[in-house]
């Protein structure tokens, strides 16, 4: 680390900036993690697409079927190709079991990561979480030294409050929240604590309005910045440039052309497949996608059809020497 846990907070205000993406994990057909196309992904979407930050791990990632050896060989995968890259990292150590967290907190810490992100825990039979939330993070924050970005999301079963992030916000070495919740919520925690917390969501829709009206500079993190671009169409990476820049109506311009990619996704994307779907444009990009593991599903032949059919029309300029692997 670059850092102390002292000094975490007023670090990451300084380098965690511009767009991170949550990386997908590619599995080889044995569902062996393929460790050769993640290396190839992540410096594809770090070199030519100019993506800052991956998450790596996260559910994107499909950890909840990786064992813990494996999510650590992620770790060390991802910490390698940021040194030789050039980018920063952030490890997703979420899981129901404390102990876990903590073990893989501790291995990305060791490993050199710069950040790790922990869910909000699964809570069965509560009503009334809030001090069990904050003493969860309270204990992990105690036990470690890498800073840590929160994360709260429907899938928990509740949402964090802005009012308990706030307090949250306070305990040190709480450095970032990915916050996937209504617009509302998150304006309210920017308003609260956007000082102590850097507050972000993982909505490439609603990035660029927070950029010109909330004034955030982290794009915390989905897979957008690599299904939505390519060496010679970088048009996420474009308009957040001029954002940050003040050029709004440039910016907005070209934000607004990608709505046919955005519609292309969403029309074709199985809501019960979206692992599977995410793979499989990756493929079409020339990427390294692959299966899914279970208990997720593939995607049938018909569906990537009509996806390819949607990949095609979409706009998307694609490298003259692409080698789709999905064609």
């Not at 917390?197 to 955030?216: G, K, P, Q, R, Y």
């Not at 692992?275 to 899914?292: I, R, S």
Request: hydrophobic share 40%; aromatic share 10%.
């Amino acid at each position: 680390m670059n850092y102390s846990k002292r000094d975490a907070k007023a670090y990451s205000r300084q380098h965690m900036k511009g767009i991170w993406a949550a990386a997908i994990t590619p599995f080889a057909p044995d569902m062996s993690i393929d460790e050769a196309g993640f290396r190839s992904n992540m410096q594809h979407w770090t070199r030519d697409l100019g993506i800052e930050g991956l998450f790596i791990c996260g559910k994107q990632g499909e950890f909840f079927s990786m064992s813990l050896d494996e999510r650590k060989r992620t770790f060390d995968i991802g910490v390698d190709e940021a040194r030789k890259g050039k980018f920063q990292t952030i490890m997703s150590c979420s899981d129901q079991n404390m102990d876990t967290v903590i073990e893989l907190a501790r291995h990305a810490e060791r490993a050199g990561a710069d950040y790790i992100v922990v869910h909000a825990p699964i809570l069965h039979f509560s009503k009334a979480q809030d001090d069990t939330v904050y003493e969860y993070y309270r204990y992990i924050s105690e036990q470690v030294n890498i800073g840590i970005a929160l994360w709260s999301h429907p899938d928990s079963g509740y949402l964090l409050s802005p009012q308990l992030c706030a307090r949250i916000a306070e305990l040190p070495g709480i450095v970032a929240i990915k916050y996937s919740v209504p617009r509302e919520m998150y304006v309210e925690l920017t308003r609260l604590a956007g000082d102590k917390i850097i507050v972000s969501t993982a909505s490439e829709e609603e990035w660029f309005d927070n950029i010109v009206e909330l004034d955030w500079k982290l794009y915390l993190c989905s897979n957008p910045p690599y299904l939505m671009q390519t060496p010679v169409d970088r048009r996420m990476h474009d308009y957040t440039q001029l954002a940050f820049k003040g050029d709004i109506k440039q910016a907005r311009a070209i934000r607004d052309s990608l709505n046919p990619v955005r519609e292309a996704i969403r029309r074709t994307w199985p809501h019960e497949k979206p692992h599977a779907h995410a793979k499989y444009w990756q493929d079409l990009l020339g990427q390294v996608g692959g299966p899914v593991r279970r208990p997720l599903l593939q995607l049938t032949e018909a569906e990537k059809a009509a996806t390819k059919a949607a990949f095609d029309a979409c706009g998307l300029k694609l490298a003259p020497n692409l080698k789709s692997s999905a064609a």
